[in-house]
């Protein structure tokens, strides 16, 4: 059984920083790309980054590009998204997800077929 499971939300004020992880089992860690999307009441899912961890290739969306860092340690079967220069409009639940995939620069849901359950993060002004 696949399993991912995101920790490392919480609130933080503008500017501020949050780590979050991923925590991925019951899949070949390597085989597969970690991406990470996000969701704001009211608002479209959206996909903001990803890692093909067999060879640490990255995209990000632009809406993260240079504020955001994803990482992984195939050791640890964990993949991280730094945050940094978070903003109000960052508020949302994230999501980790999986699939036997490569990364692509359009992140789109359709290609990610494993999610977790989600961890909130919160950006005060």
């Known amino acids: 059984e696949v399993q991912l499971v995101e920790s490392g939300g919480g609130l933080v004020q503008a500017g501020g920083s949050l780590r979050l992880s991923c925590a991925a089992s019951?899949?070949?860690?390597?085989?597969?790309?970690i991406a990470w999307f996000r969701q704001a009441p009211g608002k479209e899912r959206e996909g903001i980054s990803c890692?093909?961890?067999?060879?640490?290739?990255?995209y990000y969306s632009d809406s993260v590009k240079g504020r955001f860092t994803v990482s992984s340690d195939n050791a640890k079967n964990t993949v991280y998204l730094q945050m940094n220069s978070l903003d109000p409009e960052d508020t949302a639940l994230y999501y980790c997800t999986a699939d036997h995939v490569l990364c692509r620069p359009r992140i789109t849901a359709d290609d990610y077929h494993f999610w977790g359950q989600g961890t909130q993060v919160t950006v005060s002004s």
């Open positions: 019951g899949i070949i860690f390597e085989d597969y790309a």
């Open positions: 890692i093909s961890t067999f060879n640490g290739k990255t």
